[in-house]
């Protein structure tokens, strides 16, 4: 079922169709948008509560289209229905009459949705494969740039992005060029992604970036949460080393590996959740240029900060310095204070779980040897 939400006025402005915001919509500045001649058509149309057949036999009765038409008209009635979607001045369909996605993928628990072209997704992403299910996260594709720019507070700007926070969605703004003209997730929920064609050969990799940011903010409401970290699989656990760049992470995991022959799990994210009350990790795609990463989910085993050392050394780690390097080394969103008090929260449950280590390294196999003992003495 399509439905209009109230708010606003089509009113032609020197000549110009709009979609004009009235009521709380101005409060919210939500922003005018300009409509073209089909645009106009297809509101008109949803305005009378038409479906999506009616919308079609609309714009064939309109422009007198042939049978050769018809896939493209669909495939614009398709834009402007997500368009508005995004802009919030239609509803999203409920998990009733929602359409089949493309594609479907589960990552942990969570499944997502993805409505777009098999080309754009990453190879990883593809692993993570599965059935028809209702999704948590539903994501489209748009192939054009979108109809209303929408405004919102702005919580982080870095050189690749803004990230902006208005009523009910996160706005994701990308440079001129980049292939990725916005990104809008509505409360986690829905994501949108607007690729003007012609698609760039890098597109598929900064969708996969993209999508991070989305499944994280799903995941967070989920109770997932992401350590940047490698992981190794040692006595049926995941054993996760963290630290800033350049601690030492991959090297650590290459000397278990090499020593101890323990599995590769992840070479730079992990997502951790609880069940059962238990902790454990899931598998991610989303694993940096180690190219390492799994599709199963493991107990979580403990955490070890690193720090290169000239020797090999255990240091103890206080409650509050367990809680400061975790909430530090979480790349979940911390935009704002509840994001950041949701993160803080499961970071106090996660320390009371397992066991946390402080260790001041050398590249050498006695790092490894040194951690090993105080792991299996953990056990």
């Known amino acids: 079922m399509l439905k209009l939400k109230s708010g606003y006025l089509l009113h032609e402005i020197a000549?110009?169709?709009?979609?004009?915001?009235?009521?709380?919509?101005?409060s919210d500045f939500r922003r005018s948008i300009r409509l073209n001649e089909s645009g106009v058509l297809l509101?008109?149309?949803?305005?009378?509560?038409?479906?999506e057949k009616m919308l079609l036999e609309a714009l064939i009765s309109h422009y007198q289209a042939?049978?050769?038409d018809i896939p493209a008209l669909k495939e614009d009635i398709s834009h402007f229905l997500l368009q508005l979607e995004a802009a919030n001045i239609l509803s999203p369909p409920t998990a009733a009459n929602a359409k089949a996605a493309d594609y479907y993928f589960q990552i942990g628990f969570i499944t997502i949705a993805y409505h777009g072209p098999e080309e754009l997704l990453a190879p990883s992403l593809r692993d993570f494969s599965c059935g028809p299910n209702p999704p948590?996260?539903?994501?489209?594709i748009i192939p054009s740039a979108p109809e209303a720019h929408i405004n919102g507070d702005i919580l982080v700007r870095t050189d690749e992005m803004v990230i902006c926070r208005n009523e009910d969605s996160y706005l994701f703004l990308y440079p001129p060029d980049y292939g990725i003209s916005e990104m809008h997730v509505t409360m986690g929920r829905h994501a949108a992604l607007f690729c003007p064609k012609p698609y760039d050969r890098g597109l598929p990799e900064k969708?996969?970036?993209?999508?991070?940011?989305?499944f994280l903010i799903c995941a967070q409401r989920k109770g997932i949460f992401a350590l940047h970290s490698a992981s190794i699989l040692y006595q049926n656990k995941a054993w996760l080393f963290s630290g800033p760049?350049?601690?030492?992470?991959?090297?650590?995991?290459?000397?278990w590996n090499r020593c101890y022959q323990t599995p590769y799990l992840n070479g730079d994210l992990n997502l951790l959740g609880f069940e059962d009350g238990k902790p454990l990790v899931y598998g991610s795609p989303w694993c940096g240029t180690s190219g390492y990463y799994t599709t199963s989910a493991v107990p979580l085993g403990g955490i070890t900060f690193l720090k290169q050392a000239p020797t090999d050394t255990l240091l103890p780690l206080s409650a509050q310095e367990i809680s400061l390097r975790t909430i530090q080394r979480l790349v979940s969103p911390s935009w704002?204070?509840?994001?950041?008090?949701?993160?803080?929260?499961?970071?106090?449950?996660?320390?009371a779980a397992v066991p946390f280590f402080h260790l001041q390294c050398t590249k050498e196999d006695s790092a490894a040897a040194l951690m090993k003992q105080a792991v299996d003495a953990s056990a």
């Not at 000549?15 to 101005?26: A, C, F, H, I, T």
């Not at 969708?207 to 989305?214: E, G, K, T, V, Y």
């Open 15 to 26: 000549g110009s169709p709009y979609l004009l915001p009235y009521g709380q919509n101005v």
């Open 43 to 51: 509101y008109q149309a949803l305005e009378r509560g038409a479906d």
């Open 66 to 68: 042939k049978d050769s």
């Open 136 to 140: 948590d996260l539903t994501v489209h």
């Open 207 to 214: 969708i996969f970036h993209a999508l991070r940011f989305a």
């Open 245 to 255: 760049s350049g601690s030492g992470k991959s090297t650590h995991t290459e000397l």
């Open 336 to 351: 704002t204070e509840e994001m950041l008090l949701t993160n803080l929260s499961f970071v106090e449950k996660l320390s």
